[in-house]
């Protein structure tokens, strides 16, 4: 049991959360070019103002979908960089381990 002054991390948890953000990204892309291609589909078979209205609508669809992907790619990068964070925080205390300072925070 961890007391709640204890900070722990799961590096195995933190490696599969990173890995599927990775893949849901890769679904979003794919996802956003299925809709540009139905895009391009109707725009190139079917003229009239019903369509032209869709394809706008398709359009505004992607540029808030694409703040989406955005956003979840940030998200990503402060994953990382906060796992990087972490685990630089625990090189630096088994470095200081002989002074007793990182057995110390650990409870040992």
């Known amino acids: 049991m961890v007391d709640p002054g204890t900070l722990t991390k799961e590096d ?3 490696r ?3 890995a599927d953000l990775e893949h ?3 679904n979003m892309v794919t ?3 299925t809709v540009e291609r139905i895009k391009e589909e109707v725009a190139g ?3 009239s103002s019903a369509s032209t209205a869709y394809q706008e609508k398709l ?3 992607m540029t808030c979908y694409q703040q989406v992907i955005g956003a979840f790619e940030r998200f990503v990068q402060s994953t990382q960089g906060a796992n990087a964070i ?3 925080a625990e090189e630096d205390a088994r470095a200081h ?3 007793g300072i990182y057995y110390g925070l650990q409870g040992d």
Do not use: F, K, T
């Open 12 to 14: 195995e948890a933190i």
């Open 16 to 18: 599969q959360v990173l």
């Open 24 to 26: 849901q990204i890769e």
């Open 31 to 33: 996802a956003g070019r």
């Open 45 to 47: 078979g079917y003229i």
């Open 59 to 61: 359009v505004d669809w």
């Open 86 to 88: 972490l685990n630089q």
């Open 97 to 99: 381990a002989a002074d």
